[in-house]
């Protein structure tokens, strides 16, 4: 692509919050039940029915606000948004407009081309989600399923800081940990957890001044929010090269061809009708209760993998791996509390822990006391490595004491000089003429006989304690 | 009372209400209502401090005895799932539904003209019309077919009907009752309020619907209204009389009517004082911003996707909401439909909503800076007229709207007010009108008791 642009992007986030219920009734949010189930007066909009405020709703999207550093207002406003649609019960969505819940704040990632970039962050709102029009359901008809009616939502809007598709998916795998780690929702987006607009324009290199810029709509899956920014931004660089000019529009992303395409332009754009919603009072949030969900949040990403480097003397790539997920962090954590050591602990949580979480459902199967266990059995030299990992997949499998499961399975090493010995008698013996030739000053001839010894123990015996023994029967 | 007495009740009263089918008050048929009383009166707990007094209801307040309708084709024949609060509050308390009464379209017109299914006749000059929008009720109330029922206000739509049916109507303070399962119009406007044939009948009712509820967030977290005692004398009591109210142009009738009435509160004790509301003259422009601001909001819902009435036979989905919406509102619900619309469009919001936000808090200043010169109560007349023959304003709907430009201010402000009878005018009743402070509803009712019964209101001022 032409060097001679550079892409502008801006992002619009809509992320579900991990609540029981819905924003303004008591509905249950649950995913995947039966259509229309999860209604009642209120979320049906039925005539007379009123919203209340979910407050755990409210808790949680402060708490986002402030993981992503912004100002939470002690007084918002709730607003309606007026148009008409079939999956929009009430004929307006209540959200917020002029007065949103937090405003100023900003979210540093890793890009690939920039490294760490800031995004500022203009504005975290409240709202409620729409029902679903299922259009493929029945022939020539369309069905609105409204379970999805009423669910909270917040809307993260950036500045237009991403300068390429690939920093804009960055940043969103960023927006995706850091609301993981507080709680705040499941990111999910083949569920519709999390959903992303973006606005797109091109610029010269060196202008600061903005390119008229596109929307681009219907990005439902993290592997299309590079496609997609990418389609757009070739359109509108083969557009403006090919001597025309952008012009404001909405543009859908299409995954089957991969292509965007025109919905609709400013000039059709809806008028909202914005006004503040007369069923709700104005949210206000005292300072101290700003502060107690502030003191909720637990550490983020980007401090946690800090810690690690400097309290663990980790890489940064490791600290990077273990921080991704909460879980994984606090895991690793209860391994090194229970003892073991840290270089150890994280080689173990990268490998065999990771690699059997992503065969079983992201589980977690080995408790960490249990792990700690299982590296000091290595430390110590009752087990070899390969003994240690046969131990964790029995662990992992069905349970148990990592020292009684290794018993169990026969790979205790033998530092017993006695049955050592015997070993390294038969193993000389049935080598004399690499025991002549160690005898001759071959030295790295020792590896061979320890992987024999190793062999004829069955993989019992201790690989630290063997060398000595055979050095002094070979040099006999 | 006893079962047996709230059962001769329910009779007496389905009896009552058939005798007066003629008003057209009533949307219930008359077998549903008897069928409805009588198990109603079997089921009803008699310890209730309403218990066996039945209480007819405008139809736009969500019952499950009765369909709820507000009195539009859109929604005929529609059955709520779920009852209003002040429906469950009253049941609890032993009051019996007496079925549904008509109104203006969605509560909006002041004559009880505008109702997809006829006008309500007024109870003393059946040319005439009873007010509105809560028509049917005060024309029952009027008839004696009950002694209370439920109406709603946006902009005088009780107090309004009271003083032209000669009955009494209570607007409580914005948040002193529930709206839950009250059919929206202005919201920020709305409250469920009373009518009754004496101050006694609408304030018991009132106290029981009134309180706390956490179905609805503007509802205030408070004990429901605690009655007063009817007062000997009103001595301590100051009483504004606002200038504004009292033009040049307002009905002689309805000026000596308000002026014996003022003599009356001095009698009982009460100081008079003269004070000055001066951005009265701006309420009904204020109000016909907002009011259909909120409604073209509000009613967006009846849209026939998931309940109501729905076109037949439309292939896309911007016939389906033009049709039904098209067929299924009245003119004058339209029309509010699309001045709402208009005024809260891109480019006209600052000049036309957020001006009438920036009045509305004007004429709530108007009303603190009098009430914190110590006046108690305002009292004024609370309609600039008696009521006016059927079809002498229907074509002119400025002039419609100015019979509200009394209670308006009420309604804009928050502040509870009520409407009591002080005398007739060519055999016509005049309301007089009680404006109190937020949350001081018993203040006000009980100057209304003393008024009450110092003056024969069934007389000629």
């Not at chain 1, 609540?19 to 259509?35: E, I, N, Q």
């Not at chain 2, 009103?234 to 002026?259: M, N, Q, S, T």
Request: glycine letters at 8%.
């Amino acid at each position: 692509m032409s060097a001679a642009w550079e892409t502008v992007i801006g992002l619009e986030t809509h992320v579900q919050l991990a609540t029981v219920s819905k924003m303004f009734c008591g509905c249950s949010t649950r995913f995947g039940d039966p259509p229309n189930t999860n209604v009642c007066p209120v979320c049906l909009g039925l005539p007379g029915a009123l919203p209340v405020p979910n407050e755990r709703a409210i808790a949680l999207a402060v708490r986002a606000a402030v993981a992503l550093t912004c100002t939470v207002q002690h007084r918002s406003v709730f607003a309606r948004k007026n148009y008409f649609y079939p999956d929009l019960p009430k004929g307006y969505q209540i959200s917020q407009y002029d007065r949103p819940l937090a405003t100023g704040g900003a979210l540093t990632f890793v890009a690939p081309e920039r490294g760490v970039v800031r995004a500022g962050i203009v504005r975290v709102h409240v709202e409620e989600d729409a029902g679903k029009s299922l259009h493929d359901r029945f022939p020539r008809a369309t069905a609105v399923d409204l379970n999805r009616a009423g669910v909270p939502l917040i809307e993260i809007v950036t500045e237009p800081d991403f300068r390429s598709p690939q920093e804009a998916r960055a940043y969103l795998l960023t927006l995706k940990q850091v609301l993981q780690y507080v709680g705040v929702s499941d990111c999910d987006m083949e569920k519709g957890s999390l959903r992303v607009d973006a606005n797109v324009s091109i610029r010269r290199p060196g202008s600061t001044a903005l390119g008229v810029k596109c929307e681009v709509k219907n990005i439902n899956a993290f592997s299309y929010v590079e496609k997609a920014l990418t389609a757009e931004r070739d359109r509108q660089i083969a557009l403006v090269e090919g001597g025309g000019a952008v012009t404001q529009a909405t543009m859908l992303y299409d995954s089957k061809t991969n292509t965007v395409r025109h919905q609709r332009s400013k000039e059709e754009s809806k008028d909202y009708r914005y006004f503040p919603e007369p069923d709700l009072p104005p949210l206000v949030l005292t300072p101290e209760w700003i502060a107690e969900q502030q003191g909720t949040l637990p550490e983020l990403p980007a401090t946690k993998r800090e810690r690690f480097v400097s309290q663990y003397a980790l890489s940064p790539q490791d600290a990077g791996v273990l921080t991704a997920e909460r879980a994984v962090a606090d895991y690793y954590e209860s391994v090194v509390h229970a003892g073991a050591e840290p270089k150890a602990a994280a080689n173990w949580v990268m490998g065999e822990v990771l690699a059997d979480a992503n065969a079983h459902q992201e589980t977690l199967r080995v408790p960490a006391a249990s792990l700690a266990g299982l590296i000091a059995l290595v430390k110590g030299g009752t087990l070899s490595n390969q003994g240690a990992k046969k131990v964790f997949a029995e662990v992992a499998a069905r349970g148990g004491d990592p020292r009684t499961v290794a018993e169990a399975l026969g790979v205790v090493q033998v530092a017993d000089t006695g049955l050592l010995a015997q070993w390294v008698e038969a193993v000389v013996g049935a080598h004399p003429a690499e025991a002549a030739r160690f005898k001759g000053g071959e030295a790295k001839l020792m590896a061979f006989f320890v992987g024999q010894v190793m062999k004829a123990s069955k993989g019992k015996a201790d690989p630290k304690a063997a060398p000595a023994l055979l050095e002094e029967r070979l040099n006999r | 009372m006893s079962e047996i007495e709230a059962l001769a009740a329910a009779k007496a009263t389905a009896t009552r209400l058939s005798k007066v089918k003629r008003l057209n008050a009533l949307l219930t048929p008359a077998t549903a209502v008897r069928k409805a009383l009588l198990a109603q009166a079997k089921a009803a707990h008699p310890s209730g401090v309403l218990y066996g007094m039945p209480v007819a209801v405008k139809d736009n307040i969500c019952t499950l005895e009765f369909p709820t309708t507000c009195a539009s084709k859109i929604l005929e024949g529609f059955q709520s799932p779920y009852e209003a609060t002040v429906i469950t509050k009253l049941k609890a308390a032993g009051a019996l539904i007496a079925g549904k009464t008509n109104l203006d379209e969605f509560a909006m017109g002041s004559s009880t003209e505008h109702s997809a299914f006829g006008r309500v006749l007024h109870p003393l000059d059946r040319t005439r019309v009873p007010g509105g929008s809560s028509g049917g009720s005060a024309a029952l109330v009027a008839a004696g077919a009950v002694p209370a029922a439920l109406g709603s206000e946006t902009g005088g739509s009780v107090r309004q009907p009271a003083a032209f049916c000669g009955v009494v109507g209570i607007k409580p303070t914005y948040g002193r009752v529930s709206r839950s399962g009250l059919v929206a119009f202005g919201s920020s406007l709305d409250q469920v309020s009373v009518l009754g044939r004496s101050v006694h009948d609408a304030a018991r009712v009132l106290s029981v619907i009134s309180g706390r509820d956490a179905r609805d967030n503007t509802c205030e977290d408070r004990d429901p209204l605690r009655l007063p005692t009817v007062p000997e004398r009103l001595e301590g009591f100051v009483i504004g009389i606002p200038k504004e109210y009292f033009p040049v142009d307002l009905h002689p009738g309805v000026r000596r009517a308000c002026d014996r009435a003022i003599r009356a509160l001095k009698e009982l004790g009460a100081a008079v004082r003269d004070v000055s509301l001066p951005h009265t003259g701006f309420a009904i422009p204020t109000y016909y911003v907002i009011a259909p601001a909120e409604a073209s909001s509000n009613l967006a819902r009846f849209d026939g996707v998931r309940y109501g009435n729905r076109a037949d036979g439309v292939t896309t989905l911007a016939e389906l909401y033009r049709r039904t919406r098209g067929a299924g509102f009245g003119p004058e619900v339209r029309r509010r439909i699309l001045v709402g619309t208009y005024v809260l469009s891109s480019g006209y919001y600052d000049a036309y909503y957020r001006k009438a936000q920036q009045m509305r808090a004007l004429l709530a200043q108007d009303f603190r800076n009098v009430f914190d010169r110590g006046v108690d109560l305002i009292f004024t007349p609370t309609t600039p007229t008696t009521a006016f023959k059927a079809g002498e304003r229907t074509k002119d709907p400025v002039a419609m709207y100015l019979a509200d430009c009394f209670t308006a201010p009420a309604n804009l402000t928050g502040l509870p007010a009520m409407s009591l009878p002080i005398g007739r005018v060519k055999g016509l009743p005049v309301g007089g009108q009680l404006i109190g402070q937020p949350f001081l509803e018993d203040d006000m009712i009980e100057a209304a008791y003393a008024l009450e019964r110092a003056i024969p209101a069934a007389e000629e001022a």
